[in-house]
Structures are given as C-alpha cells and as structure tokens.
C-alpha cells in the first residue's frame, strides 16, 4: 500500500504561482511514477503532469506546457507541482497519484493509488 497526502493547495491571482507537495509513504518512492490529475466542479477528472521513476521522462498536458513544472526528490519520497501563470481555468481539486510502472502514464486508470486532493482556486 501507497499512501499519498498533498498539500500546498489554496487561493491564487490569475498570473500568480502556487507550489504543489505530494508526500508518499509505504514503498519505495524511487520505484513509482508519479501523476497529478485535476478536476474542477462538472468535470472529468484530467491529467496534468506525470514522472517517470528517476525523473527522466516528463510528461504534460497541452494546456500546462511552459507554465507548470513536475519534479520528484527521491531523498524526501516527495513530488512536487510548480504552477506559474495561473489562470482562471486551472481552477480544480488536484491529485496526486501513484503508479509502479516505470516510464509513467497519462492515463488515469493505470494508477494503483491516489491522494484525497488539495483545492486550487484562481482568481481572476
């Protein structure tokens, strides 16, 4: 079992920047891939960005690009989301996720554990 608690979450500007944390607990964090999904209230939930085990491979969502940045330290068993540029429309609850495979996915269903979510709310 994976647990997963995110923090980080809160009320922005549009244009602003908030930092997303992800810590893991119960296997070795160097052996998952990482996610973060959103949904935002009627929405399905949609992925953002994910991280392959040693961080080698980045995968993001077209709306995020150049805007949103993922990384991991393997050291703290954590993952972070850097949100810069924040819009309106990123408005959502945020999840982390954990998947054992090693290159990681955008697809949601192949994540064996998830987090609870962390609110991002921007203001325009």
């Known amino acids: 079992q994976v647990q997963l608690v995110e923090s980080g979450g809160g009320l922005a500007q549009a244009g602003g920047s908030l930092r997303l944390s992800c810590a893991a607990s119960?296997?070795?964090?160097?052996?998952?891939?990482m996610g973060w999904f959103r949904q935002a209230p009627g929405k399905d939930r949609e992925f953002v960005a994910a991280?392959?085990?040693?961080?080698?491979?980045?995968y993001y969502t077209d709306s995020v690009k150049g805007r949103f940045t993922i990384s991991r330290d393997n050291a703290k068993n954590t993952v972070y989301l850097q949100m810069n540029s924040l819009k309106p429309v990123d408005t959502a609850v945020y999840y982390c996720?954990?998947?054992?495979?090693?290159?990681?996915?955008?697809?949601?269903?192949?994540?064996?554990?998830w987090g609870q979510g962390t609110q991002v709310t921007v203001s325009s």
């Open positions: 119960g296997r070795t964090f160097s052996r998952l891939s």
């Open positions: 991280i392959s085990w040693s961080g080698g491979l980045i």
């Open positions: 996720a954990a998947d054992t495979s090693v290159t990681g996915t955008h697809d949601p269903a192949k994540y064996d554990y």
